[in-house]
């Protein structure tokens, strides 16, 4: 039997909103690392990973990221994401 796809949303505190799918895997959280380069430019990198524990050791790297890549600064954040059937935004559902 076909695994059902669904939507995952991702909200974070700053208003930022991303939609991942549709999808089957088990995402649980979203991932995102927002660091200010030495010329003030900002990097964005993101992802999904099925546990709380998996996102949190994305974390550990991080101070040996900024230094090889020269951030200035670097936030770390984790949300959870929401499942939907349908796409948000979509009048289905």
């Not at 700053?14 to 995402?27: L, R």
């Amino acid at each position: 039997m076909a695994k059902r796809r669904h939507y995952l949303t991702a909200r974070l505190p700053d208003g930022y909103v991303k939609t991942i799918g549709p999808t089957a895997q088990p995402f649980t959280h979203y991932w995102r690392i927002v660091a200010t380069l030495a010329n003030g430019r900002t990097e964005v990198f993101w992802g999904h990973t099925a546990s709380l524990a998996e996102a949190n050791r994305k974390r550990a790297p991080l101070a040996d990221a900024a230094r090889q890549r020269g951030w200035r600064d670097h936030r770390f954040e984790i949300v959870e994401v929401e499942r939907s059937a349908t796409a948000p935004g979509s009048d289905h559902g």
